[in-house]
Each structure stands twice: as C-alpha cells, then as structure tokens.
C-alpha cells in the first residue's frame, strides 16, 4: 500500500471503504488506520469513520486483521490503552486532512478509485501550472516527490489500461515520454556497470542482465523475446547427470528462431598472458572454452528439440539456425595494444556460429543509446 494514495472502493450507495493507512510497521506485526466514508442525509460531504487495526503478517506479505478485543467484555475498573508517538498522530492527521478533502471534492465514487495526494505547497503547484520540466523531475526540493506519485500511478496499472491512457496522447508525446524512461533505463544500467566493473562473480553478471534484458536484446540486428534464464538444452545422460544449461534462451518472435547466451565477466582474460608466434595472441582457455561450450549448448538444442517440448504446450521456438552470444570481457581492460585488439578481432571474426561481444561494447551501446534519445528529445 502507497501511502501517497488514497483508494476508495464503495461497498454501498451510500458507504466505501479506503485503504488503511499504515501508522506503525514491524516483522510481523503494524498498526493501521482502517477509514470508511458515509453518505449521511443533511451533509454537504460525507462524513469520516474509522477504527484502528493491529494486523499480522502472513506467508507472501499478506497482513490479517488479529481477534479484536470486545470492549463490551470488559469489567468494571478494567480498560484499553493504545499509546501513538508524536509522528504517527502527525501521519494520521495528514491522512484525515486528504481524506476529508477527497471527500469534499469528490463525493462517494461508485467501484475503486484512487486519488493521488496532490502538493499543498504553492511553489509545487506553481511549477505544475508552469510546466518547469526540470524542477518537477528532481531539480526542485519538491520534483523528487512528484515524479514518485507519478511513477508509482504508472506502476499499479495494468498494461492494457495504462496503454489505453497513453494512447489518448499524441505522437510527439509519446515519443517524448518514450525517450526519457528509455534514456533513464540506460542510464541506471550504466551507473551500476560502471560501481562494479570490477567484479568477478559470473552469478552477479548474470543477475544484472537478466534484470536488464533489453540490454542483449540490442546486441541481435532483428527483434527478440526472452525465453527463459538458466535454461536446460539437453544433454543429460541415463543416469539424469551432465545436463546443459545456457544463461539465456531467446527468440526472434517473427521467425521463432532460437538464440542462446552465454555470460561471463568483464574481468574474464579473453587472451592467454604471452605472445604466440608471428607477434600474434592465443585466446585464453576461458574464452575458447566458453565458445566450445556455447557450441555444445547449440547442437544439443537442435539435436533435442524434440524431447524438450512439452507435449501440451505449443512450441515457444524453433531451432532452424539458432544464433549463439557470448558476453566476455573488456577491451579497455585487456586489449591495450594494437596486436592485441587485431588477434581478439581475427578470432572472433572467424567463428562460424558464436558472436562475440565483450562487456564494455555493450557499456558503448549503451551511451550511443542515450544520446540518440536525447537528440529525440
């Protein structure tokens, strides 16, 4: 629940309930404030009634009321306390000064509607009337708090019904919004890349793009669709053993043919340390080995299609051809002469079936993407 709005659901023509708000949070247990507005006959607006909660948390983040007390029950000289610190009474009184003016303003609305709290600051307002991109997107004190309503209002639609909104904007709208999320998609991809550079775990590596898919989707010059992370491509023997995996399975969603990833580091040495005869390098056991593996991956796709399928299902892929993608190393990093960087380029210019692309080209792409939605812009 998102405290910065407010949602209504009518339970009558007359009553609805809002979504509670949260005063005090623990592991396992909180405090909330569960509101309920009534239609009352003789009133301008309806009237605010409410009653506190302590809930407690169960398996998949799911709160539950617990037994309440019937204060009927209770005793001559007996009672109930429940003490609120200073900033819960101020997050309850801020709550009920929106609510009654959604209450105000709007009445009792008929299903689920949801109000997002709008700045009471004159100077935020100011910035809404005048259009200041800048200030509203984070430059201004303020902007920060108004770009998280919005983002956090996108983040509850469904696809379909937040595309049906967008759809009401035109073209150069469109292409606007479109290229600043892009641009600030990149841009977080980059920061990260560039605060762990150094890292040699292939699992964090993995974990960044497959958080980030979009990221290979460009290396490939015709549209793809993530099948599946880890994905199994056969290979195991009678005894269940020795199976094969690939980091990413893809797909041209046109022609439905396969792609297979594979990922290493950019800290991956893609040369051997010393030089080979005619002034020329050898590549490195980590990188011939990963294109031998890359190869064996892609044969047993092809030689297993049929056994991985599954009976029911339609098939997701085909494998007329599948490509196959290696993510390897740093040119910066390694190739720092010239007859490095034309022994990396002659070998991988040579493979027949494995594209090569190396950590830092992706980086590149990335910042050539970032300029191009800028110039859009």
Known sequence: MSEEIITTRSTSRITADVNPIVLREGERARL??????????????????????????????????????????????EGVRLDL????????????EQLYDVAQQHGIQHGQVEFIRAPR????????????????????????TILRRFLDWIAR???????????????AQLLNFDAAVGAARLSAFIKEYESNEEREEEGYWQKL?????????????HPVIVIRGQAYVGGKGID???????????????????ALVEIKTPQTDMLMVGKYRNNTWCPSSELSGAVQQLLVNRCSLVDNYDA??????????????????????????????????????????????IEVVTFDELYEKAQQLIALLEQSR
């Open 32 to 77: 909330v404030f569960k509101a309920t507005l009534v239609d009352t006959e003789g009133s301008s607006a309806p009237i605010v009634k409410g009653r506190f909660v302590y809930q407690k948390k169960r398996s998949a983040n799911i709160w539950q009321d617990f037994d309440a007390i019937n204060l009927g029950t209770l005793k001559d000289g």
């Open 85 to 96: 610190k200073s900033e819960e009474v101020l997050r309850l009184f801020e709550f009920l």
């Open 121 to 144: 600051n004159e100077s935020v307002r100011q910035l809404l009337r005048d259009g200041n991109l800048d200030d509203i997107f984070g430059v201004n004190a303020h902007g920060g």
């Open 157 to 171: 639609r469904q696809s379909a019904q937040l595309a049906s909104v967008l759809g009401e904007l035109d073209a």
């Open 209 to 221: 793009l497959t958080a980030n898919s979009w990221v290979l989707s460009q290396v490939f010059a």
């Open 240 to 258: 269940n053993r020795d199976g094969n995996v690939t980091d990413f399975l893809y797909a041209n969603p046109l022609t439905e043919d396969a």
């Open 308 to 353: 991985l399928l599954r009976e029911d299902d339609p098939p997701a892929f085909k494998t007329f051809n599948p490509k196959a993608l290696l993510i390897i190393g740093s040119v910066r990093r390694e190739l720092t002469v010239t007859s490095k960087r034309r022994a990396f380029e002659l070998y991988r210019r040579n493979l027949r079936d």
